[in-house]
């Protein structure tokens, strides 16, 4: 590729969507006292990498104690972020006791990239992003119910969506979280103030939990 022209909007997004996977992120957190505090986290890939070696029983001990099964999902997607960076940008640079990808991460955003390159910087930028929250979603799962009904707005009941696996499996196509319902199928979408009217309408009960 050549890199001897600026583009600085696409630059910048790239920088953002680098900080997203690997930057500290602001926390927020309430006390037993009350209070609520500001802070600082780890990063995302940061925490899915501590997470695992404390998994796997990298601690530093050489007693035997009980481990908790191996995080298939959390590997995964770390091999997946370390392989494919490394594709992207293969000189992990100078050692500076940051790991390779980390690195990797930040010579790739701070690298003036020509305007012919747009289309491999904004594929980096997509999948940097989903990254992100494929990775959010690993550390702090969603809670989900579902309501097994016809969709008001598509009709459909069932749908089949891939596992953490990759596998196709059957769920119900409305699916509630916290956010809202959203109908799998057709990706309609009812805010959490409308539950209890969207049950009723579908003469089916509001799992229980869903509105507490």
Known sequence: MTRNASNSAVSAELDDAVHALIGYR????TDTDGETRSGYRQSVYGEIRTELAARQGDGGTLRPRS???????????????????????????????????????NQLAATIWAPEDQPYVREWITQLLRWSETGKTLLEPVHRWELVAACPACGVRTVHRPDASGEPVRQAALQITAEGCICESCRTRWAPTHYRLLAAALGCHLPAGVLE
């Open 26 to 29: 602001l926390d927020r957190h």
């Open 67 to 105: 481990l908790p099964p191996a995080w298939v999902e959390g590997l995964d997607w770390l091999t997946d972020v370390d392989t494919t960076v490394a594709s992207w940008y293969p000189d992990p640079g100078s050692e500076d006791g940051q790991p390779e990808t980390v690195r990797r991460l």
